[in-house]
């Protein structure tokens, strides 16, 4: 059976790379396992020297669990295997290494899709990823809703 990392930030971002694996799950019959994984920035000097590093890694822990919470709550309604996977470091090596780590075949990961000067400029995670996983990257560029969709000022569409 595949595994598919997906990675997981609490945005509306991931949650498209999110619902993109349930879509090949569930129309595409892909039998796979999804691995949700979500990586915390490691704290900064001052912050271990104020709060200290247990302190700090006990709200990492749980600030990566509440992160996790909407994808968990979507694959878990789907009822597709699945794992949560935590780490802590720069968020690009760290994926690569949770990758590597739970053997899986595939990564996915929601973009907001710049491309161009504006891409290259903001660096993103998306395009670090796709030039050092050592697996394929599927990057699932966010749906922007169309003019007709968006709501007017009294709240109707």
Do not use: N, Y
Not at 67 to 73: H, I, P, R, V, Y
Not at 101 to 110: H, S, W
Not at 121 to 145: N, R, Y
């Amino acid at each position: 059976m595949l595994r598919i990392m997906i990675a997981v930030d609490g945005s509306d971002l991931a949650l498209d790379a999110v619902h993109h694996a349930l879509a090949l799950v569930r129309r595409g019959g892909l039998q796979a396992t999804l691995v949700l994984g979500h990586v915390q920035e490691e704290a900064s000097l001052l912050e271990l020297a104020t709060q200290g590093a247990d302190a700090i890694a006990e709200a990492s822990v749980e600030a990566g669990q509440h992160l996790l919470q909407s994808a968990l709550a979507l694959v878990q309604a789907a009822g597709v295997p699945h794992e949560t996977e935590l780490g802590l470091g720069p968020v690009t090596a760290t994926l690569v290494d949770m990758v590597e780590r739970c053997g899986c075949d595939a990564l996915f990961i929601g973009a907001r899709g710049l491309g161009g000067l504006r891409g290259a400029f903001l660096g993103s995670v998306s395009q670090q990823l796709v030039e050092h996983s050592p697996v394929p990257v599927t990057v699932v560029k966010h749906a922007e809703p169309a003019e007709g969709d968006e709501l007017d000022d009294a709240g109707a569409a």
